[in-house]
Structures are given as C-alpha cells and as structure tokens.
C-alpha cells in the first residue's frame, strides 16, 4: 500500500509549519517586550478583592440571572471534581 504523502513532502510541511511557528512567536514576543513592564504587585487588596469576587464567585456572570447561577454550579462543580481527581492522582491506576 502506498503512502498518501511521501516522508519528504511530510518533512517540507513539518519544516514550514515549524517555520511559520517560530516567526509568529518572534513577532508576539517583540510585541510583549515593546510594552510596558506590568506591576502586579501593587494594589493587593484590591487585587485580592477583584479574585475573590469575579474569579472564585463569577461575579461577572451573576448579572444574568438564570444563566449566570448555572454557570456558577457548572463551574464549582468543576471545581469539586478537580479535588476529586487530585486526591485521586497519587495512587494512580493500581
């Protein structure tokens, strides 16, 4: 049977993607540097504040009645079973 692409045209599309790959990487990293330098260390308690409000209780989202509680039981629910799983994790499939 023979192979849909050859091993060399196989290697000229990895070569390309992996080409186009790296020059956008250069030209998003050459964005970030360009900007100026982020403090995230100021503000604590505000910063605190606006975690515990919009990320931890989907803030935001509570705006929107229906839609945004059950996005909030969607979310700890998430939640929940990621400590399900990490408790789980060190004992591994036995």
């Known amino acids: 049977m023979t192979a849909v692409l050859s091993p060399v045209a ?3 599309l990895v ?11 250069v030209q998003l990293f050459s964005v970030m540097r360009a900007g100026a330098p982020a403090r995230r260390f100021d503000h604590i308690g505000q910063r605190l504040k606006g975690f515990v409000v919009y990320v931890l209780g989907q803030g935001r989202l509570l705006r929107w009645p229906f839609s945004g509680i059950l996005h909030v039981f969607i979310f700890w629910g998430f939640v929940v079973l990621l400590t399900a799983i990490a408790q789980d994790w ?3 499939q036995r």
Do not use: E, Q
């Not at 070569?15 to 990487?25: D, M, Q, V, Y």
């Open 15 to 25: 070569g390309a993607s992996g080409f186009f790959t790296i020059r956008r990487w």
């Open 90 to 92: 060190p004992k591994g």
């Open 10 to 12: 196989l290697l000229l």
